[in-house]
Structures are given as structure tokens and as C-alpha cells.
């Protein structure tokens, strides 16, 4: 006797199909394994109108035909008849959620693209409904080419509707299916362009904010307009990051200058002044003038994740990604490293493949981290001329823009080549949902940039005082006889003489060897050891003593040497907490002893071709 005809549910996570599956199958259900995989196949029967019996299998959810984890590979197998332990299905039931229409019917138009018999299922119509969301079903059945019928899982809506148009679907059985032979590959811009247009034709009305949504995107993911807004968005971001800082950092700066004046005034000559004035005061103090560069960083970020448009840059940039050998849900992790590596790495979790998620905790460092930005506002507000290269864009912002750029093409080379050798295997794709558009909501803004500031302040506070004032001491003592730099004859002076005689080649000299080490703690630690150096070395001399950090700097160090350590910076894993979570996440030593290994390789690399090239130009 011949098996009843096999029917699939499939559409999106949280289409509905497990509760129309319910809804159709009722109590006559079982529940197995696909072999060999730890994924659940959920079965039952009923009955069409004409009385044949159909097995109905509720497939895992999927956001399209590249599986993103095992559950989605099984959801592909199957409805490809390439699933072991499952006979091709006569027909698919394609649950579409109608308040979410241009997502869900990127993948129906995948599924429909694969020549088999489809019915579409429209459901969540209620939800639609109260949304003030009015679809035209004929005009997606026309449209699409195959039967749409409205539904209404959970109420138990549109059954008998649908029961109807799958008898029809099925047919006789004697339909050769051609599974896989209309499987063409189309890429997820194109789909999504479709879906998107058609979403548009078949709506007929819908609520102003769902309307607003929509005519957005149409300009946020153009082909063109997208990436040349998203592009702008960046470049204003790291413009204002440096415009906008300006008044608060010297105010902030100022406060500090006058409590070091303050404590020097009162405190006797001595080694507690010094402790202080010197390894306190100006060591905290140069990082925590960075708070408003910060705060302003943040402030973009959170704006853009706030009101809806992160997931649509995401979106923009997963061709980009794909071409590394990347999947698309790598963006997000590598955005939040741009606030910190740590979180980033840790959100790498939402990348089910091990290759695409070892590669992006690998690469992950190398997106330009807040610590990082101190050292950079640094050396260039030290060395670039604060000139506009063209009217409203200051060469600063530019320059900072392009290490940020440096660092992202770094992690797409590093990507290439990390998916060719070590991490060699197949990319996947990316599939999402957009949320609509909406106002940030001003105070879960204000309280992200309350929870940054904290934490940056706390990390100033801690781990940065600690260094600091460890970094004092080793470079206090032994006092230097009169006449010889302090920095030079103390314990550190000459931990850094050891350190130097392997940077001196890329350009580094002195005054970095000292800042390497603290500054593995913490990336600004290094702004924090330079100042309290500077600091110490400058109690002999009280006339340096009132000089700006950044005005000693550019007196003290040659342009090639400031722009080598730039692109030290842009590379160096200088971040203990980094290795750790690495470790953490990939259980073990190899990669984390991997990725310090490669980054301060390619790190020396680049510093050194810096300073040359630099130093060739006549810099
Ligand atoms: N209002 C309403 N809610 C629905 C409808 N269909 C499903 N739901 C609800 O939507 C949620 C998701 O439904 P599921 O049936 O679990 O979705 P699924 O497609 O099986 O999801 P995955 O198995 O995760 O892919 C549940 O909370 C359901 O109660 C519907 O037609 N109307
Ligand atoms: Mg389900």
C-alpha cells in the first residue's frame, strides 16, 4: 500500500506553523528524530475534503534555503527530498505572518522559485487586522501564481479553506515533482527587492507608521542611495566625535590641570606629591578627558540601534560580508565591538556555524574599540594640523575615519584569509527581521550613555589606576641622580630599554616601549603611562610641567613615529580582557594564543611599513 502523500509546513521562526499544525492534526501526532541529527520531526495526519488521509511534518523554522543552523539544514533536506528518513513531499503548506509580509515572503518566493505544489497559508490575519493592515490575497495569489488562503492559526481560521486548496495541490499523486530543479540562486538583495515590492502592490492600506516604514526603506536599503547614506552616517558620527568633544574635554582637562596645581600647591615635595600629582591625577586624568568622545560614540550608536536602522545597515553590509566568506549575523557582533570586543565576542553565540563564529571572535579585535580612541585623539590631536581639508571637514575627523577604516578592511583581509586557511568551510547566509522605524526613546538613550560612562569611569578608577599607579612607581624608582632622565634610569626605564631594543625597528622609541606594557591592561592605559612619565620626568623641570600632553608629544616625537604607533594600535591585541573572553568562548588556549600571535604580527608589520614609508616621504 502506498504511504499517505507527504505535505511540509515551512516558513519563518514564529510563522505559526507549529500552531496550524496543531490546529490541523489535533491529538493524532508523534513525535521522532531525523536520524543522525539531534533535530525533532513532529508528524500527524488528517484527512483532506475528499477524504484522503496526508501526513503533515511541522518543519523547524527557517528564514531561507541556506541553512544558517542544523535545524534549518534539516528544513532544506527535507523539501529538497534530500533529508534521510523522510520521502519528498507532495505538496508544501507556506506559512507567511501577514503583519510581517515583505520578510516572510522573501523566503515563499525562494520556496516557490522550487517548482513544487505550494499553498499558502496567510496567516496571523487577526493581528494584521487590528494593526490596521489590509492585504489584497487576490493579488498575491495572482501574483505569486499559487493559492493564498487566510488563516488564523490559534482560532482555528481558514482550515477548511486550506484544506481545500492542498487537496488541489496534491492532486492525484501522479504529479512528477521537481524538487531542486527550479532551485535557482538568487541573491538575498534581489529577493528581498521582490518581496518588498510585492508587499507594496498587495497591501491596500495600512497605518501611517507601517506606511512610514515602508517608504524609508525603499530609500535606507536602495541599492545605490543605501550604502552612500549609510557611508555619511559614519563619516558625520566620526566628525561629531571630534567637533562636538571639543568644549567639554578641555573643561574636563582644565579641572584636572587645577587639581594637579591644587595638590602640588599644598602637598610638600615628595614622593606622596608625586604618587599624586604625577601617577593619579595625571594619569586617570588623560583618559578620563575622553568621556565626552566616548559618550558621543555611544550616543550614534545607540540612535541607530534605537530607532531601527542597525538591523538595515546590517542588511547593507551582508553582500560586503558574504564576499569575505562571512555571514551577515556577524555584523551585529562586530558593531558591538566597536564599543568593546568583549560584548562583541560575546554575541558571536548567535552565529550557529563554528567556522563563521570562529572567524568573527577572530577578527573581532580589530574593530576600532572605544579604549582605542583615547591613544588615537591623542597622537592625532597631537600631530595633524586641526585644518579643514575642504569647507566643514576637519582633517582630524578624516584621519580618524580612516583608521577606523583601516582597522574594518584589516578584519575583512584577516577574514579572507582565516576562511581560506584555518577556518576553512562554506559561508552562510544572513537572514533578519526589520523592525519598523521608530523615535528613539530619549531616556533608555540617556540611560545607555549613563551605563557608559560608568563603566568607562569605573575602568578609570580601576584597572587604569592600578596601572598607573604601578607604572609610577617602577618608574619613580630608583631616583635618577640629577642630571639623567627619570624615565630612563628607573626600573621601568629600563624594562622599556629591554622592550625597545624589539620596536626600535618599526620606529617606536623610548616614551612607547614604556606605554606597551601597561598598556596590554587596557588600550588606554597607554595615554595613562605616557602623561605619568611625562609627568615624573617634568617635576625637574617645572617649565614643562604647565605644557599640554599632546604640545610635549609633538615636540618630543618625529611624525613617522606617531603615525607607526597609530597603525600599532589599529592592530596590537593590546587588551587582556579580549584574550580572556576569547579563551572563555572558544574553551581553550589555541585560538586566543592564535589571534595575539596574528595580530601582533600583522600589528608589527604595519607599524614598521608605517614608519618607512613615513620616513621615505621626508615626513
Ligand atoms: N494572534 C495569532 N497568534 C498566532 C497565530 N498563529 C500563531 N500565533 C502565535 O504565534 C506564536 C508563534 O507560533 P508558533 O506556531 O509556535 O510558530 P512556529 O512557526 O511554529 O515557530 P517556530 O517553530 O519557532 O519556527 C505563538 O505564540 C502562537 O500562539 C494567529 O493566527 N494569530
Ligand atoms: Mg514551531
Not at 507608521?209 to 558625520?236: E, K, M, N, Q, W
Request: aromatic share 8%; with cysteine.
Amino acid at each position: 500500500m502506498n504511504p499517505a502523500p507527504l505535505v511540509a509546513l515551512v516558513g519563518n521562526p514564529n510563522a505559526g506553523k507549529s500552531s496550524l499544525f496543531n490546529a490541523l492534526t489535533g491529538a493524532r501526532q508523534k513525535v521522532g528524530n531525523y536520524p543522525g541529527v539531534t533535530v525533532e520531526r513532529h508528524s500527524g495526519r488528517f484527512a483532506l475534503p475528499d477524504g484522503r488521509p496526508v501526513e503533515l511534518v511541522d518543519l523547524p523554522g527557517a528564514y531561507s534555503l541556506e541553512p544558517a543552523s542544523p535545524d534549518e539544514a534539516v528544513t532544506r533536506d527535507v523539501i529538497l527530498g534530500q533529508q534521510a528518513g523522510e520521502r519528498l513531499p507532495a505538496a508544501l503548506i507556506v506559512v507567511v505572518d501577514a503583519s510581517n509580509l515583505d520578510n516572510h515572503l522573501r523566503f515563499a518566493m525562494q520556496l516557490i522559485g522550487l517548482g513544487l505544489p505550494i499553498v499558502i497559508a496567510l496567516n496571523m490575519i487577526d493581528l494584521a487586522k487590528r494593526d490596521g493592515l489590509e492585504i489584497d490575497t487576490s493579488v498575491l495569489a495572482r501574483e505569486l501564481g499559487v493559492p493564498v488562503i487566510e488563516t488564523v492559526a490559534v482560532r482555528k481560521r481558514g482550515l477548511e479553506e486550506l484544506k481545500t486548496a492542498l487537496a488541489h495541490a496534491v492532486g492525484d499523486g501522479t504529479l512528477k515533482l521537481r524538487a531542486g530543479h527550479g532551485f535557482v540562486h538568487e541573491d538575498l538583495a534581489t529577493v528581498q527587492r521582490r518581496a518588498r515590492a510585492l508587499a507594496m502592490k498587495a497591501i491596500v492600506s495600512e497605518s501611517p507608521a507601517r506606511r512610514f516604514t515602508h517608504s524609508l526603506d525603499g530609500i535606507a536599503l536602495h541599492p545605490v542611495l543605501g550604502p552612500v547614506i549609510l557611508a555619511a552616517l559614519l563619516f558625520v558620527m566620526f566628525q561629531a566625535v571630534f567637533s562636538w568633544s571639543k568644549l567639554p574635554a578641555d573643561w574636563l582637562q582644565a579641572q584636572f590641570d587645577a587639581l594637579g596645581g591644587w595638590v602640588n600647591a599644598m602637598l610638600p615635595d615628595g614622593v606622596l606629591r608625586s604618587l599624586i600629582a604625577d601617577g593619579v591625577i595625571a594619569g586617570v586624568g588623560a583618559v578620563v578627558v575622553f568621556l565626552p568622545q566616548i559618550l558621543i560614540l555611544f550616543l550614534f550608536i545607540l540612535i541607530l540601534e534605537a530607532s531601527g536602522y542597525m538591523v538595515r545597515a546590517a542588511f547593507l553590509m551582508d553582500r560586503l560580508m558574504a564576499r569575505v566568506g562571512l555571514s551577515g549575523r556577524a555584523f551585529i557582533p562586530l558593531l558591538s565591538s566597536f564599543a568593546c570586543a568583549v560584548p562583541g565576542i560575546m554575541a558571536t553565540r548567535t552565529i550557529d556555524d563554528p567556522k563563521d563564529r570562529l572567524t568573527t571572535i577572530l577578527i573581532a579585535p580589530l574593530m576600532t574599540c572605544s579604549a582605542r580612541l583615547p591613544v588615537y585623539t591623542l597622537i592625532i590631536g597631537a600631530f595633524i594640523p586641526d585644518r579643514a581639508v575642504i569647507p566643514g571637514v576637519g582633517l582630524q575627523g578624516l584621519v580618524l575615519f580612516c583608521l577606523y577604516i583601516a582597522g574594518i578592511a584589516g578584519a575583512f583581509v584577516a577574514a579572507l584569509v582565516l576562511r581560506r586557511t584555518v577556518t576553512k568551510g562554506r559561508g552562510s547566509g544572513f537572514m533578519m527581521e526589520m523592525p519598523k522605524y521608530q523615535w528613539p526613546r530619549w531616556q533608555d538613550v540617556g540611560l545607555g550613555l549613563l551605563t557608559r560612562a560608568q563603566i568607562f569611569l569605573k575602568r578609570a578608577g580601576t584597572i587604569i589606576l592600578f596601572t598607573t599607579v604601578l607604572l609610577w612607581a617602577l618608574a619613580s624608582f630608583p631616583q635618577a641622580p640629577k642630571g639623567v632622565k627619570q624615565s630612563e634610569y628607573s626600573i621601568a626605564g629600563h624594562i622599556a630599554s629591554g622592550v625597545e631594543t624589539v620596536v626600535r625597528p618599526i620606529g617606536f622609541n623610548h616614551d612607547i616601549s614604556m606605554a606597551l606594557i601597561p598598556a596590554m591592561a587596557a588600550r588606554e592605559v597607554a595615554v595613562a603611562a605616557i602623561a605619568t612619565v611625562y609627568a615624573i620626568d617634568a617635576n625637574a623641570d617645572d617649565a614643562a610641567a604647565s605644557t599640554q600632553l599632546k604640545d610635549r608629544l609633538s615636540k618630543a616625537w618625529p611624525l613617522p613615529t606617531a603615525l607607526a604607533f597609530l597603525a600599532w594600535f589599529v592592530f596590537a591585541p593590546q587588551c587582556i580582557s579580549t584574550i580572556a573572553v576569547t579563551r572563555r568562548e572558544t574553551n581553550g588556549w589555541k585560538w586566543p594564543g592564535f589571534m595575539v600571535g596574528y595580530l601582533f604580527a600583522v600589528a608589527y608589520v604595519a607599524a614598521g611599513a608605517t614608519y618607512w614609508l613615513a620616513t621615505l616621504a621626508g615626513l
